[in-house]
Every structure is written in C-alpha cells, then in structure tokens.
C-alpha cells in the first residue's frame, strides 16, 4: 500500500510563501515522477510540477519563476517552494507519484489547501 502524505498548507498574504512537503512510504518502483496538482474551486484538477527520480522538471506556465520543485530520493520525498505567491494560486494541492514502468501506477494524497490572500 503506497501512502503520500502531504504537509505545509495554509493562509498566507499576496507576494508571500509557503514550502509544500509531500512523502511517500510504501512499496513502489523508483523509477517515477512525483509531481503537484491543484484544484481551484469550480475547476478542474491541473498539473502545477512534476519532477523526475533523474531530477527532471516541468512546470506550468503560471507557475515558472515563482515556484521550485525539488525531490529527495533517499527520503522519497518531494517538496514545492512556492514564492510570491497569488490569489490565484489559491486551491487544494495534490501530490502525485506516478510509477512509468508498465504497468504504471497513479498515487495521490489527500490534498492540502493553500488558501493566498489578495
């Protein structure tokens, strides 16, 4: 049973931050992106990060610049530093860990809210 647990969620103000933390216990193959999704009220799920177990990155176009994603492979655990941040990045973030070797594997947490007041 593969677990995500996420942590550092909140309230913050317009043009400030937070650090996401997002760690996976469990069995799964190393080989994997983990990544982060938010949901914004009244929208779809949308990728925010991901990052590979090569430490390859992608990010959203909204996000670039302001946001880091980074991972600790010895800890299996992947973090998003999110700067200056705006109302508009106010959702529920979701960390994913996605497993590429067929058959692949989709894991999700339980989501975390940030909440960016304007």
């Known amino acids: 049973q593969v677990q995500l647990v996420e942590s550092g969620g909140g309230l913050v103000q317009a043009g400030g931050s937070l650090r996401l933390s997002c760690a996976a216990s469990g069995i799964f193959v190393s080989i994997n992106v983990m990544g982060w999704y938010r949901q914004a009220p009244g929208k779809q799920r949308e990728l925010v990060a991901r990052i590979s177990n090569g430490g390859t990155t992608d990010y959203a176009d909204s996000v670039k610049g302001r946001f880091t994603i980074s991972r600790d492979n010895a800890k299996n655990t992947v973090y998003l530093q999110m700067n200056s941040l705006k109302a508009e990045d106010t959702g529920v973030y979701y960390c994913?860990?996605?497993?590429?070797?067929?058959?692949?594997?989709?894991?999700w947490g339980q989501g975390t809210q940030v909440t960016v007041s304007s």
């Open positions: 994913n860990l996605k497993t590429v070797i067929i058959p692949t594997r989709d894991y």
